[in-house]
C-alpha cells in the first residue's frame, strides 16, 4: 500500500523563507564543526537530519507563520554540513598522514568540499525517481525524519512515540558516552590457531535502524558480518597465525582491518556497478521523465511541484562549472594539462557511480551506516592504478590520487545524505527542486568553515603516528586507512587477493537472487546489504539484525494490520529512538571539544546489556499495540 506525502501536491506552502535560510546554514556550519571533530576522533559522524529537523522545530515554534515543509527545508541544509564533514576529514588528512602538507590552504578545502560535495548534489537529479519514487528503497532515516516531522507537525498523540523515543535514546547515549558501559561489548578467544570473535555495539540507534529496514535487509547485513568474522578471519589466522602476540581481539580486529575489509570493497564494486545495471531502466526512465517534465513547462503545461527536479539542462551546466575549477586546482599542484585531464574525467565518471552507490546504501542501511569511506577506497583503487600507468609515483602519485578520492568521497557522502533528504521529502510532500538548490546552499555554506576548522584541530590536537601529533592526537583512522591503500598501490604491497574473493561472493549472491526472484520468492539477496556488512565491524551488524527481528515479531503480533497500515507507532518510537542517540552524540561531541565530557567511575556493561533489551521491549509493545 502506497503512501501518500503528508502534503498533497496541489497544496502549496512557504519552503524558500528567510528563516530556513539562516537557520539551515547556521545548522549546517554546526553540524560540520562538530562532525569534522567526530570524525577525526572516532572515525564516523553523526547523521544530522533528525537532529536538525527537532532544533529547527522547537526554534520555528516561535514563530506563527511556521510550516512543516519549511522545517524539512531546514534539515536538507543542515544536514548537508555533516555530510561534507564526513567527505573532507575521511580522506584529506591522509595527506598530513604522507607527509606531503603539514597545514591545508584555504583554498584547497575550500573548492575540494564546495565543488565536490555539490557535484553529489546534482549527481543523484537523474537517481531520485528511480531509487524513492520507483524502486521504492526504504532510507530509515529519511523515513524516520518524515516521522518525526509529521508527528511534530500533528502534535498530541501521534508525536508520543517519538518524544518517549527522544527521551529514552538520549538518556542511554548519554550514559554509555559518560563510561557506565561501553560502547561496544566483545569478546574473542583463540582456538588452536583460530581466532573467534563476537561482539555488539550498544546502540539505541542500530537496533533502530534494523527494525525501520525490516528482517530481509537486516540479516544480509549480518549475514556480510558473519562472512568476515565467523569464516574469513578464523581461516586467515588459521594460515598466517600471530606473529606479533596480539591478544585474541586485537588480533580478529587487526586482520579484519588490514585484510579481510578489502573483501568487503570487492563485493561493493560488483554489487555497485550490478545495482547500476539492474536499475539502468528505472534511470533511464527517470532522466526521461526529468526531460519530458522540461517539455511541459515550456509548453506551459502545470506540473505537479512534487515532480520537479532540477532541469537537468542546468544540471549538466553546473556540473561542467563545477568540474573546470576542479581541473584548474589538479593542473596548478600537479603542473601537467594531460594528467589533470584524466584527473577531471575519473572524478566525473568514479564520482557518478560512487555517488549512485551511495544513494543506494543510503537508502538500504541508512545514512549514518552508508560505508562512503569503502566508496572512497574503491575510487582510490581505480585512480591510483590510473594514475601509476601514466607514470606518477612518490608522494605526487599518492597526493594526486587523495586529490582526486577527496572531491568523489565528498560526493558520494552528499549524494547519500541528499537522497536521505529527498526521501524525507517524498513522504512529507516536499517539492524535490527547492531541496537539491538547498542541499548545495548548505553545501557551499558548510565548505567555508571547513579548512579553519581543520587547521584548528591538527593544530590543537596533531593526527597520531605524525610529526606534528601532541600528547592527545586524533587517531583520524578512516585518513589513515586511505593513506595507506594509496601507499600500498604505488608500492606493490596491497593484497588484491580480498578484493577479487568479494567480488567473488557478490557475483555468487547476485546468483542466488536473480534464482530467487524468478521464483517469485519474498525473501532476497540483494549483494550491497552483504557488501556494507562485510565492510562494517560485526558489531554494527548485530544490533540492525535485532532490530529487524523485533520488526518481524511484531508484524506477525499485527497480522491483518501490517497489509492496512505498513508502518506502526514502532516506526516512530524507532525514529525517535535515532533522534535521541544523534542529539545526544552531537552535544557530546560538543563536550569533548570543550573538554568538559563528563565521566562516571562506575562501569557495568550488563547495565548497557539489560536497559537496551528494555528498550526493544518497549519498541515491540509499542508498535505491537497500535
Known amino acids: 500500500m502506497e503512501q501518500k506525502p503528508y502534503i498533497p501536491p496541489e497544496k502549496s506552502l512557504p519552503e524558500y523563507t528567510i528563516k530556513a535560510f539562516i537557520l539551515g546554514v547556521v545548522l549546517s556550519i554546526i553540524m560540520g564543526a562538530a562532525n569534522a571533530y567526530l570524525g577525526m576522533y572516532a572515525g564516523m559522524t553523526v547523521s544530522a537530519s533528525i537532529p536538525a529537523a527537532v532544533i529547527s522545530m522547537a526554534i520555528l515554534r516561535l514563530f506563527k507563520d511556521k510550516n512543516i515543509l519549511e522545517n524539512n527545508m531546514v534539515q536538507t541544509a543542515a544536514s548537508a554540513g555533516e555530510s561534507l564533514a564526513a567527505g573532507i576529514i575521511f580522506t584529506l588528512p591522509a ?156 588480533l580478529a580486529w587487526t586482520i579484519w582491518s588490514t585484510k579481510i575489509r578489502y573483501m568487503g570493497v570487492g563485493a561493493m564494486v560488483v554489487g555497485g556497478l550490478w545495482s547500476l545495471v539492474k536499475l539502468r531502466g528505472p534511470i533511464i526512465r527517470g532522466i526521461k521523465a526529468g526531460l519530458e517534465v522540461a517539455k511541459r513547462r515550456q509548453a506551459g503545461e502545470s506540473v505537479l511541484r512534487t515532480e520537479e527536479d532540477l532541469p537537468l539542462n542546468y544540471v549538466i551546466i553546473l556540473i561542467i562549472a563545477f568540474v573546470v575549477p576542479l581541473f584548474l586546482l589538479y593542473l596548478h599542484i600537479i603542473n601537467s594539462v594531460g594528467i589533470a585531464a584524466v584527473m577531471a574525467i575519473i572524478l566525473l565518471i568514479v564520482g557518478f557511480l560512487g555517488s549512485s ?130 601507499e600500498g598501490v604505488f608500492k606493490g604491497t596491497l593484497e588484491w587477493n580480498m578484493v577479487y574473493i568479494g567480488a567473488g561472493i557478490a557475483i555468487v549472491l547476485i546468483i542466488l537472487d536473480e534464482i530467487l526472484a524468478m521464483k517469485k520468492s519474498k525473501f532476497r539477496t540483494p549483494v550491497m546489504p552483504v557488501a556494507v556488512g562485510i565492510y562494517l565491524p560485526l558489531s554494527l551488524g548485530i544490533p540492525i539484525f535485532i532490530g529487524g527481528i523485533t520488526r518481524h515479531l511484531v508484524n506477525k503480533a499485527r497480522g491483518s494490520k501490517v497489509e492496512e497500515k505498513p508502518t506502526d507507532a514502532g516506526v516512530l518510537g524507532a525514529a525517535g529512538l535515532i533522534a535521541g542517540e544523534a542529539i545526544m552524540g552531537i552535544f557530546f561531541a560538543a563536550l569533548i571539544v570543550a573538554n568538559k565530557a563528563p565521566s562516571i567511575g562506575f562501569s557495568s556493561n550488563i547495565l548497557g546489556i539489560l536497559l537496551l533489551v528494555g528498550l526493544l521491549i518497549w519498541l515491540y509493545i509499542t508498535g505491537k499495540e497500535e
Open 357 to 486: 552507490i551511495a544513494g543506494y546504501l543510503a537508502g538500504v542501511v541508512g545514512s549514518s551506516n552508508n560505508p562512503v569511506s569503502g566508496i572512497t577506497i574503491m575510487s582510490l583503487l581505480f585512480t591510483a592504478l590510473v594514475l601509476k600507468a601514466l607514470g606518477l609515483s612518490g608522494i605526487e602519485g599518492m597526493a594526486a590520487t587523495i586529490l582526486v578520492a577527496a572531491v568523489i568521497c565528498t560526493a558520494a557522502a552528499i549524494a547519500g545524505d541528499t537522497m536521505q533528504d529527498l526521501a524525507t521529502g517524498y513522504l512529507v510532500g516536499a517539492t524535490p527542486k527547492r531541496q537539491q538548490i538547498f542541499e548545495i546552499i548548505g553545501t557551499f555554506f558548510a565548505a567555508l568553515v571547513m579548512a579553519p576548522v581543520l587547521n584548528l584541530l591538527i593544530k590543537a590536537y596533531g593526527i597520531a603516528g605524525t610529526p606534528t601529533a601532541k600528547a592527545n592526537a586524533l587517531p583520524a583512522p578512516q585518513a589513515f586507512l586511505m593513506a595507506k591503500v594509496t
Open 95 to 250: 595527506l598530513i598522514v604522507l607527509n606531503y602538507y603539514t597545514e591545508f590552504p584555504y583554498y584547497l578545502v575550500t573548492i575540494i568540499a564546495a565543488l565536490g560535495g555539490s557535484l553529489g548534489a546534482l549527481f543523484t537529479v537523474v537517481l531520485r525517481r528511480a531509487f524513492i519514487v520507483e524502486e521504492k528503497l526504504p532510507y530509515p532515516e529519511g523515513t524516520a525524519c518524515a516521522e518525526v516531522l509529521i508527528a511534530g507537525d500533528k502534535g498530541g498523540s501521534h508525536a508520543k512515540p517519538i518524544f518517549y523515543g527522544g527521551l529514552f535514546g538520549g538518556l542511554y547515549k548519554l550514559l554509555g558516552s559518560s563510561g557506565l558501559w561501553a560502547g561496544t561489548v566483545e569478546t574473542a578467544k583463540m582456538v588452536g590457531s583460530r581466532v573467534l570473535y563476537i561482539g555488539s555495539d550498544l546502540s539505541a540507534a542500530l537496533i533502530s535502524v534494523g527494525y525501520i529496514v525490516g528482517l530481509n535487509i537486516a540479516f544480509l547485513v549480518f549475514l556480510g558480518g558473519a562472512i568476515a568474522w565467523f569464516i574469513a578471519i578464523p581461516i586467515y589466522a588459521a594460515k598466517t597465525g600471530n606473529p606479533n602476540g596480539l591478544s585474541a581481539i586485537d
